[in-house]
């Protein structure tokens, strides 16, 4: 009957083969469940491939007296306690196993004199923590995942990309979306899903996210009814290229910094002295990207705009050893060669601290059945990420969220029913931008988004811009209603991206309403109106949710940390 | 603004043509960046791949003025005045446009016997730094088949069912070489992996943008370590009387 | 109407057939060169001892040129030589002739079948031209000494580079690389194994300019052949240096 649209079935459909939804499709196939694992670019090329620095686990090889203890009061005291203390706790004891395990299914590492996994410091690590391998620790964790993954009996389906999650009443049935070769349509059935669909840095101009990072699986949550939380938190990472044009906002690993490199404005001060004596270039990024920040508005910035960033001292050898891929990219990109002169950086945006909101343990998001893991999960991170926390979490997680949704799916009795209207409704949508007669041009108002995001929710905020991005956010709204696209089905990057400036709105009006919300200064989320900490707003997340058709703002309670945890953070301070 | 000459392939397997375009230039511009603007400007229906746009994630693959090159790390500046033609990858079915059918990669990648460690060593393990340094070599690999694309075996002898390609010998070599894997793939490489149709000849390495040496470092050595199981008759008959186990460690 | 297919031009920046033309006249020079000079039946002039007929080699019974006792180890050597292998294949049988040219679409087994599967045998002529180099090096050293006398002429250093090319050239070989220690998985597990790990670093370089060694030695070879073959002809005197 239905044959506008191709069906698959599984017991468990994960969306996303980045770190965590590699992880999790492995957790769930080794559960014993049929797994689908779908991804809108090729296999083992999702954003995690980019990831440089390394992985962040307390193997305490270099520095022995480091332990999951450590680890957690570092992460508590990166994310301003607004952090889940429950998947901090879970996620520094756990994440060495995770590396180990790695290392089981093939990985790699960078090794001691002694045999064992070579640590990097890092921002706001108190000891020597990141397991790495040169500066391509992502690639490394994708292919070995990847290499898991395909022997592990999971059906991969490449360039399919979700727009919507079906429910059957309030629980999961699947998935409804298109092949990107042809315009197919799909659904996928499933009784559990799992959300491994990374962050959405693209919603702003100047950043290191690759373009798969346009928030879908969040966007979907959110329509589908589960809570966002801690959506007023983006990272700016402090080093991004300036120039030229073309790579602005290209990452330049922390590991530069790891390594030794050394921040300076254009006087030539060493400049971090005076906003983080203590720690220096490796200070949080949150404290590092606003000293570049006002270091510039100051007047010392870089000639583009930005700060000097030198490595040179160390000498050539060890830089085309430890970071192979920084001296190239300079080297071919913008004509720099690192090994000699210092590098121009700025803050980029980075990564995104928010996301659907899930239960500590299981990663379960506020709709049964539904999962997520990884970057598009909120609440490990709380207001401010550290280097390396990202790639132990997307393993950490994606293997609890695999495993829980199992025994979910495995409960579960009857199939949930597809329904067809849900899925009409959605091709609606998605057709509508080739009847739109001289609409709007998708890729130009993804840029004008891009605008109002980096005007409007940069680094620094006030109320009355943010109010002001609000509205201008809300227009855009209304003028997606009106989105182009020529030609066919037939793999069409301008139709592909009407779907996605939808969802990107829709992610950027939840970051607006989240930032009015806190009137404080925490984390990566810096008030100008409000410069300081207020601990009132100090144990609460910010919510959204859909209802009535609208996005409502409420708060939770931050889940109070037990005292022998509290000791441990304050311990280290 | 100067202006740069783009001959873009537009179209399908059957039938498709050069499209030209003009792109302005901005200082550092990359082919890639040239594409992105006619997306947005010009034409949103261009068919490209691309994730990472630094050079990390192997998607861009194209044929740029008609060598294989990574689109986001090839510099516009590199051509002076002369138009930049791009067209798709040639060993491949073509999707559209720039975007080609590489899913014979993945099937291919899924002969290769996994990672086979000794399931009673669970770790953590000792690896020492001379064990493992020449295998982060292969592991740099972003999988954008740029060799594969100029590989004469694959792309003037349909050697598609017969040989592997130059990829996957940088991926078996670098089972092979590790120290803690415990199976032999020469049965392979003999085999269905087909290491004997490269003939060396070295296109492979000329065109990898991670400069890896996959003749001299992967092919090679695997084509000795073949020999040692297939066509050394002194060391089967050392085998047969002997006894004499492989001498490769573990 | 461009098919996707149809072959792409491509722009390098030198034409694409120089380097297998040069390949062709060089090699086909050096065969017929060595040729000739094994035909010749002699090549030896006071101390000096022709590399093509080292080591001298007689069969009192079979009467042919002491050079083809000895010439099939370097000739084989150097015929089933990876690099050599890349060079012949490009510029003799246009397998391919360069990078991205099309080809006519003929039969192509590569290394599976007869006649270049025999290059697996390879190690084997790696053997043999280790033992003649052996005896080059001896040959260089009798270079030094003139009627019991040590001293130094400009053939001594010639007889010296070449050897030293030579030796840069064997020891290079990828088949040597893997017999010293690229077999192993794990340096550290294997007995000796830190030995060949650094036997093996030590080879590596070498290996990595293979190519340069392949073309300097042969250029040595000959350049010494010619030089003995001058002062046997009374053309040129041997300038003493020392
Ligand atoms: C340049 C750079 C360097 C970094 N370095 C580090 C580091 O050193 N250490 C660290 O810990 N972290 C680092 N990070 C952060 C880290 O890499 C990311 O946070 C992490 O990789 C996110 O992984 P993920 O699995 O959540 O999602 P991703 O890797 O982003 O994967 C998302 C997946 O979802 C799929 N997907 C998305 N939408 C859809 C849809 N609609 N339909 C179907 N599929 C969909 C995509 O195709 C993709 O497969 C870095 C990030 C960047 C940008
Ligand atoms: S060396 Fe071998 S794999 Fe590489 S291009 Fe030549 S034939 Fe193909
Ligand atoms: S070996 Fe090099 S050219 Fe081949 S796929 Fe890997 S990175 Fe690309
Ligand atoms: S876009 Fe990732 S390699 Fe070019
Ligand atoms: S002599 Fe060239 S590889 Fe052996």
């Known amino acids: ?111 001691t004199p002694e045999g064992k996994i070579l640590q990097r410091p890092f921002g706001a690590h108190t000891y020597r923590r990141l397991c790495h391998v040169g500066d391509r620790t992502g690639l490394e964790l994708i292919r070995t995942l990847q290499d898991k993954a395909v022997h592990s009996g999971i059906t991969v389906h490449m360039e399919v990309t979700f727009t919507r999650l079906l429910r059957d009443a309030e629980r999961i049935a699947g998935a409804f979306g298109y092949r990107r070769e042809d315009g197919r349509f799909v659904v996928f059935k499933a009784k559990a899903v799992i959300l491994g669909t990374g962050g959405w840095g693209k919603v702003y101009k100047v950043t290191s996210n690759s373009w798969e990072c346009t928030g879908d699986g969040c966007a979907m949550a959110y329509e589908a009814g589960a809570e966002l939380m801690d959506m007023e938190m983006v990272q700016f990472h402090p080093t991004g290229m300036v120039w030229p044009p073309g790579v602005r906002g290209i990452l330049v690993t922390e590991a530069v910094r790891g390594e030794g490199g050394i921040l300076r404005n254009a006087k030539g001060e060493r400049f971090m002295e005076r906003y983080d004596p203590k720690k220096l270039d490796l200070s949080s990024r949150d404290v590092v990207s606003r000293a570049i920040y006002k270091e510039v508005q100051a007047g010392r910035g870089s000639p583009h705009g930005g700060a000097f960033l030198d490595i040179s001292h160390r000498g050539a050898e060890v830089i085309k050893k430890k970071l192979p891929s920084m001296h190239e990219q300079f080297l071919k990109l913008a ?117 109002v995001m980096g005007t409007y929710a940069g680094i620094a905020r006030t109320g009355e811009q943010l109010a002001e991005g609000l509205q201008k956010i809300v227009a855009l709204q209304k003028r997606a209603e009106q989105l182009h696209a020529g030609g066919s089905m037939l793999f069409n990057p301008g139709w592909h991206a009407c779907r996605d400036v939808r969802f990107m709105l829709t992610l950027c009006e939840a970051i607006f309403r989240s930032a009015i919300e806190r009137k404080e200064s925490r984390g990566a989320h810096w008030r100008l109106d409000c410069p300081d900490q207020d601990p009132t707003w100090g144990a609460r997340n910010i919510v959204v949710a859909q209802s009535d058709g609208r996005m409502q703002v409420s708060t939770r309670p931050v889940p109070p940390v037990p005292a022998d945890l509290t000791r441990l953070v304050r311990q280290g301070a | 603004m100067a202006e740069a000459r783009f001959h873009v392939f537009r179209g399908y397997a059957k039938h498709g043509d050069l499209v030209t375009y003009q792109v302005p230039i901005t200082e550092g511009m990359v082919v890639l960046d040239g594409i992105h603007y006619i997306q947005a400007h010009l034409d949103g229906t261009l068919a490209c791949r691309w994730n990472c746009k630094a050079a990390k994630c192997g998607s861009c693959s194209a044929e740029v003025n008609g060598r294989p090159r990574l689109m986001c790390k090839t510099r516009v500046d590199e051509f002076g005045a002369r138009p930049i033609t791009v067209r798709p990858i040639k060993v491949f079915p073509l999707i559209k446009d720039l975007v080609t059918d590489v899913s014979w990669n993945y099937r291919v990648n899924q002969q290769i016997p996994p990672f086979t460690p000794d399931a009673n060593d669970p770790g953590p393990w000792k690896m020492y730094p001379e064990d493992v340094e020449r295998l982060y070599e292969f592991r740099k690999c972003i999988e954008c088949f740029l060799c594969q694309d100029v590989c004469h075996v694959l792309r003037e002898h349909e050697g598609m069912d017969r040989y592997m390609g130059p990829r996957f010998m940088v991926r078996i070599a670098a089972l092979e070489m590790h120290p803690k894997d415990t199976r032999s793939r020469t049965d392979l490489l003999k085999g269905s992996g087909g290491i004997g149709f490269c003939n060396i000849t070295k296109c492979c390495e000329e065109v990898c943008p991670e400069h890896i040496h996959i003749t001299d470092n992967a092919i090679i050595p695997l084509k000795e370590r073949m020999a040692d199981d297939y066509f050394d008759p002194w060391r089967a008959l050392l085998r047969l009387f002997g006894g004499k186990k492989e001498p490769r460690g573990t | ?215 300097t030695s042969l250029f040595s070879v000959v350049a010494v052949d010619v030089y003995v073959r001058l002062l046997m002809a009374h053309v040129i005197s041997d300038p003493v240096l020392f």
């Open chain 1, 1 to 111: 009957m239905t044959d506008w649209y191709e069906t698959f079935e599984y017991d468990v459909v994960v969306i996303g083969a980045g770190g965590a939804g590699l992880r999790a499709a492995i957790a769930a196939a080794e559960a014993g469940c049929a797994v689908g694992l779908v991804c809108k670019s090729l296999l083992g090329k999702a954003h995690t491939v980019m990831a440089e620095g390394g992985i962040a686990a307390a193997l305490g090889n270099v520095d022995p007296q480091d332990g999951w203890q450590v680890h957690f009061a570092d992460t508590m005291r990166g994310g301003q306690m607004i952090n889940d203390y429950r998947m901090v706790e879970i996620f520094a004891k756990e994440a060495p196993e995770r590396v180990y395990e790695l290392e089981r299914w093939g990985g790699l590492f960078d090794r």
């Open chain 1, 335 to 451: 004509d720099i060669d690192i090994t000699r002169s210092p590098m121009e950086v700025a803050p980029t945006v980075h990564y995104v601290m928010g996301g659907v909101r899930v239960e500590a343990g299981t990663g379960a998001s506020t709709v049964p059945g539904l999962y997520a893991a990884g970057e598009v999960a909120a609440g490990l991170h709380g207001a401010n990420r550290l280097g390396g926390n990202s790639l132990s979490d997307l393993l950490v997680f994606g293997k609890r969220a695999g495993e829980h949704a199992a025994a979910y799916a495995k409960a579960v009795r009857t199939l949930p029913a597809v329904d067809g209207r849900q899925a009409a409704a959605e091709r609606a949508l998605l057709q509508r931008p080739f009847d739109a007669s001289g609409g709007e041009n998708p890729f130009t108002l993804h840029e004008e988004l891009q605008d």
């Open chain 3, 1 to 215: 109407m461009a098919d996707h297919t149809v072959p792409h031009p491509y722009a390098p920046s030198i034409p694409w057939w120089l380097q297998p033309a040069a390949t062709v006249t060089i090699l086909s020079g050096f065969i017929v060169y060595a040729t000739w000079v094994a035909l010749q039946g002699h090549g030896s002039y006071g101390s000096y001892l022709s590399p093509f007929y080292s080591p001298q080699v007689v069969v009192a019974s079979i009467p042919i040129s002491p050079a083809f006792w000895v010439l099939w180890a370097p000739a084989g050597f150097r015929a089933t030589c990876y690099y050599y292998r890349k060079a012949y294949y490009r510029s003799y049988f246009a397998d391919p002739i360069s990078c991205m040219i099309p080809e006519s679409r003929r039969r192509y087994a590569g290394e599976t079948a007869f006649p270049f599967i025999v290059n697996n045998l390879h190690r084997y002529l790696l053997y043999a031209a280790v033992a003649v180099l052996v005896f080059l090096w001896i040959d260089a050293i009798h270079a030094f000494v003139f009627d019991g006398r040590v001293g130094i002429r400009l053939g001594s250093l010639l007889f010296l580079a070449n050897v030293v090319l030579l030796s840069g050239y064997t020891l290079g070989c990828h088949a040597f690389r893997h017999l010293v220690g690229g077999n192993l998985d794990c340096f550290s597990c294997a007995r000796g194994g830190q030995a060949r790990f650094r036997l093996w670093q030590g080879v590596t370089p070498l290996n990595h300019y293979h190519a340069f060694w392949a073309w």
